[in-house]
């Protein structure tokens, strides 16, 4: 399985940007997908997953109503819409993918992962 995340740039405060994530070398529908986010000296966190179907999804508090999940398994593709971009959400961004039907908040659970896109948001 390769994932390679794309979409990352800067943009201000207030505003939007998508980010992209494709998954290849494996059916795409098997597996569910998320997008952590990491910052220097942070761990990595758990920013959104979508299960494999794509009827379930969960957001991060910090990020709910602002960001959304989706995917279209046509094109092996992963997608986070980014609305209303603070500061505090600069970070390097994955994609992650697991086997299982549902997504998991933690990263230890995921073995396949993206090299990551940066995300910086100006004040």
């Known amino acids: 399985v390769q994932l390679q995340a794309s979409g990352g740039g800067l943009v201000q405060a207030g505003g939007s940007l998508r980010v992209s994530c494709v998954l290849s070398g494996r059916t795409f529908s098997s597996y569910s997908m998320a997008w952590f986010r990491q910052t220097p000296g942070k761990e990595r966190e758990f920013v959104s997953g979508?299960?494999?179907?794509?009827?379930?999804?969960a957001y991060a508090d910090s990020v709910k109503g602002r960001f959304s999940i989706s995917r279209d398994n046509t094109k092996n593709t992963v997608y986070l819409q980014m609305n209303s971009l603070k500061p505090e959400d600069t970070g390097v961004y994955y994609c992650?993918?697991?086997?299982?039907?549902?997504?998991?908040?933690?990263?230890?659970?995921?073995?396949?992962w993206g090299q990551g896109t940066q995300v910086t948001v100006s004040s």
């Open positions: 979508i299960t494999r179907s794509g009827d379930g999804s």
């Open positions: 992650a993918a697991s086997g299982s039907a549902y997504y998991y908040q933690t990263p230890s659970r995921y073995n396949h």
